[in-house]
């Protein structure tokens, strides 16, 4: 800015009455060597380069604030932590075929999701139980206890938790109605196989908001060759 610029700024708030503790994000069009450590002498909570997306903005102020309520000492917010951050999400993957497996693995460790693989559908119910997700991934057709019966078991046990777990259902050979039957067994979304990556990412998206709101944005624009196949 003109005249004074951000770092007198801040430097002068830190002199005043009432503003020594106020929680400070630095917004810049160009880094400059030194600034972090400066932002840090301050006591700069975040360091921000502009252009910057709504959402971004957003994310990055609930982190600061969450962050400094938590841990006064905590590390400088750059927009790299920040994206960190929001891939960290776990997800379970209840599927039987080990190659869609592996082509599901690879299709969400690649948009740094965390990915736990069970292989059907008492093995999920367990998982859930014994971790804690942000999603799952349930395929409908799966040896023993099915795709059904298992979510049906989570939401069972999830009425004495009081907690919610997204479920979308993933089922080969779609015909009307499947997404319906799904619902109303108690999932929160469908994808069909063969999973094509924009689906598949805006449905996680919408289960995972305000977390995973970004990769909504962004799915539209990725073409990715990955499909998970009809078994």
């Given at each position: 800015m003109p005249g004074m610029d951000g770092f007198a700024l801040v430097e002068e708030m830190k002199k005043a009455s009432g503003l020594q503790h106020a929680t400070v994000m630095m917004l810049t069009s160009a880094g400059h060597i030194g600034d972090a450590a400066r932002c840090r002498a301050l006591g700069i909570s975040a360091y921000l380069m502009k252009s910057i997306r709504q959402r971004e903005l957003l994310a990055a102020i609930c982190e600061v604030l969450k962050t400094k309520s938590e841990t006064p000492d905590a590390l400088l917010l750059t927009r790299y932590t920040l994206q960190e951050e929001k891939h960290r999400s776990k997800i379970l993957l209840a599927e039987?075929?080990?190659?869609?497996?592996?082509?599901?693995?690879?299709?969400?460790?690649?948009?740094?999701?965390?990915?736990?693989?069970?292989?059907?559908?008492?093995?999920?119910?367990?998982?859930?139980?014994?971790?804690?997700?942000?999603?799952?991934?349930?395929?409908?057709?799966?040896?023993?206890?099915?795709?059904?019966?298992?979510?049906?078991?989570?939401?069972?046990?999830?009425?004495?938790?009081?907690?919610?777990?997204?479920?979308?259902?993933?089922?080969?050979?779609?015909?009307?109605?499947?997404?319906e039957k799904c619902l109303a067994a108690g999932m929160d979304g469908y994808v069909s196989k063969p999973i094509q990556t924009v689906e598949l990412f805006s449905v996680i998206a919408r289960m995972m908001t305000p977390r995973a709101e970004s990769d909504a944005g962004d799915a539209a624009a990725v073409v990715d060759p990955i499909v998970i196949r009809a078994n």
């Open positions: 039987d075929n080990q190659v869609n497996q592996t082509l599901a693995v690879r299709l969400l460790e690649k948009r740094g999701y965390v990915v736990c693989v069970v292989g059907d559908g008492q093995a999920a119910v367990d998982a859930v139980k014994d971790g804690q997700y942000d999603l799952v991934l349930m395929d409908i057709q799966m040896p023993g206890m099915d795709g059904f019966e298992a979510t049906a078991a989570i939401r069972a046990r999830e009425k004495i938790s009081g907690r919610h777990i997204p479920i979308v259902a993933m089922t080969a050979h779609a015909i009307k109605g499947d997404e």
